[in-house]
């Protein structure tokens, strides 16, 4: 059974940096991509940064400039470093991981204010 368990969001001004980390338990099989999404109060759940098993990445343009994914395939880890974060990041920010099945993590809040 595949767990994922993030850390590393909080309270923090606009400017300010954040990491976000996602520790995948259990084996993943096929892998294929790991994310980041996030879901703001009354909005819908949207994709933040994807990685490829092979180390492609995408961005939201929301984010393009200032966030960064990186994973480590051996350690099943994926990160985000948030940089400049604006008020407009603030949400519940959900680890993602595709393989022959999917797989969320719990969400971690991150809060960014003016």
């Known amino acids: 059974q595949v767990q994922l368990v993030e850390s590393g969001g909080g309270l923090v001004q606009a400017g300010d940096s954040l990491r976000l980390s996602c520790v995948a338990s259990g084996t993943i099989l096929d892998l294929i991509a790991m994310g980041w999404y996030r879901q703001a109060p009354g909005k819908q759940r949207e994709v933040v940064a994807t990685?490829?098993?092979?180390?492609?990445?995408n961005y939201a343009d929301s984010v393009k400039g200032r966030f960064t994914i990186a994973r480590d395939n051996a350690k099943n880890t994926v990160v985000l470093q948030m940089n400049s974060l604006k008020p407009e990041d603030t949400g519940v920010y959900y680890c993602?991981?595709?393989?022959?099945?999917?797989?969320w993590g719990q969400g971690t809040q991150v809060t960014v204010s003016s």
């Open positions: 993602y991981v595709l393989g022959r099945r999917s797989y």
């Open positions: 990685i490829t098993s092979g180390g492609s990445t």
